[in-house]
Nanobody, 119 residues
Framework: DVQLQASGGGLVQAGGSLRLSCATA????????IAWFRQAPGKEREELACASSSDTTYSNSVEGRFTTSRDSAKNAVYLEIDSLKPEDTAVYFC??????WGPGGYDYWGQGTQVTVSS
């Protein structure tokens, strides 16, 4: 079975950093892009970044504070967030691309991890 599990969230002060992890299983990791989304209370889910084994894209809203990376040996994806702001408070999710890369959307979602940034 395809599985994704995000972890690493928590309560941090504004200006701090966090590294979120996404553990994956059940598919050929190198063949699929993994994306990060977040959803804040009362807001729609927002795409942040997407990384395949060879390409990485970021949403314009990321402002250069977010970095995603992959570890093929561990079938894991990471999202590092620097200079955290209270508006970064959200549940963060990782998701597997439906076809690998490009158009097509995402099919499997992990349980999110809560990030709360205090001012």
């Amino acid at each position: 079975d395809v599985q994704l599990q995000a972890s690493g969230g928590g309560l941090v002060q504004a200006g701090g950093s966090l590294r979120l992890s996404c553990a994956t299983a059940g598919f050929t990791f190198d063949d699929y892009a993994i994306a990060w989304f977040r959803q804040a209370p009362g807001k729609e889910r927002e795409e942040l970044a997407c990384a395949s084994s060879s390409d990485t894209t970021y949403s314009n809203s990321v402002e250069g504070r977010f970095t995603t990376s992959r570890d093929s040996a561990k079938n894991a994806v990471y999202l590092e967030i620097d200079s955290l702001k209270p508006e970064d408070t959200a549940v963060y999710f990782c998701t597997k691309h439906l076809t690998g890369w490009g158009p097509g959307g995402y099919d499997y979602w992990g349980q999110g991890t809560q990030v709360t940034v205090s001012s």
